[in-house]
């Protein structure tokens, strides 16, 4: 017990034992010993009971109390409730100022921001932002079902994925066509999920520009290009031997630049494209083709090897997943050293899907460089890689090619071993394969 309660206690049984010494005293005088201790009994009895009723309504008054003065247990007990009230009533204060504060700045923010109740999918706060950019209205919409309230928005299926939700990157904004929304479903709690929606129309703007830029560009050099090509290849080194070995270089170089606009163009065709037009892709007479490619450009300096397992073929659009498989042949072939060996092998996968993965025994890539080859222009050497004709866009087409195909590029490489790139489809992209169409094109 700290010392000023001891004493106040003390104090407090001091008085008693005077009050019954008193009364005893004045009992003998009296000759009324036990009528008068029990006076003073029942009148200290009743003394504590009133200051209990003092203490409880003081606990349970609405307004500000004054403690007592005195210096006994009861006043002690008084002042110690007293502070311990106005302590929870600041720290009350204060937690509330914060709430205010935390409020006011989610509903300034400029992203929607909407609490949505899990279990029920109802709307239970919503900021300023809500109402601009996803049309919810002030008092209307609180407690309303958010998959109703925001309609277009395909919201039933996406919160039923719940945790594992993936950002919606762009959808028209219910309240304005016009304007585009990133969603992004964020569950906070167990019985909370906080939606968010930022407007990404001026992003999506810039980025369309940015993509109409370097179409554009690339479309603009096309012409020129054509031409310093034409006339440098109707210019013969042989008879003019002192400028032959300028007039290669300048081929070469020409060649390079217009493969760099032919690539641009492909991937702006790509990046613009939500789909593609999908067809029966037959497996058989593009692994053929990508066996004739290989050894083309490989000149006989490498083995082709080419295991065809799926025995299936692949739904898709045939031109692109070309393009797509015949650059990663391309670069196995650039990136191996002569002898090496180049394995194309299309097979099934544990998934039910199917691999088209390409195997080679070249240079191999250092594992910090793995994840950004698919970035425009990324080179492990670019030396290397200009040496051999590369544009740094292949692994690029590559990855946007598998995107339209709601497939993925896997990369696994060992430096000085070799590399293997892999496209793997799911089971929804295999198409049974048909004989007849094989033995028709098949050499
Ligand atoms: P590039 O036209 O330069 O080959 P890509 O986008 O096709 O551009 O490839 C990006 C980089 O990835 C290449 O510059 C090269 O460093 C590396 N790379 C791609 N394929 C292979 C491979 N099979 N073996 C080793 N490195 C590779």
Redesign the pocket.
Known sequence: MPPHLRSAWWRTLSALFLLLAAATLVGIAIDQVGAVLAAAAIGVLAWHYWRLRRVLLGLTARRRWEPARGHGAWNALDRLLHRSQSEMRTRKRRLLDMLRAYRAAAAALPDAVVVVDRNTQRILWFNRAATDLLGLQHPRDVGAPVAERLQPLPMAQWMASGRNAEPILDAPAPADERLRLTLRLIPYSEDYWLLVARDVSKLLHLEQMRRDFVANVSHELRTPLTVVHGYLDMLDGEEMPEWAPMLAEMQKQSQRMTQLVEDLLTLSRLESRESLPEETVAMAPVLATLRREAEAFSQGRHVIEVRDLAGCDLLGSTRELHSAFS?LVT??V??TPSGGTITIEFSRSADGGVVLAVH?T????PAEHIPR?TERF????SS??RESG???????IVKHVLGLHQARLSID?NVGQG?T?ACHFGPERVRPRHDQQLQGVLP
Do not use: E, H, M, P
């Not at 070249?362 to 890539?365: D, K, P």
């Open positions: 650059n670069n196995a650039r990136y080679d070249g240079y191999g890539i080859l990324y080179r492990v050497s290397r890689s590369g544009t740094g866009l292949g692994l690029s490489s590399s790139f």
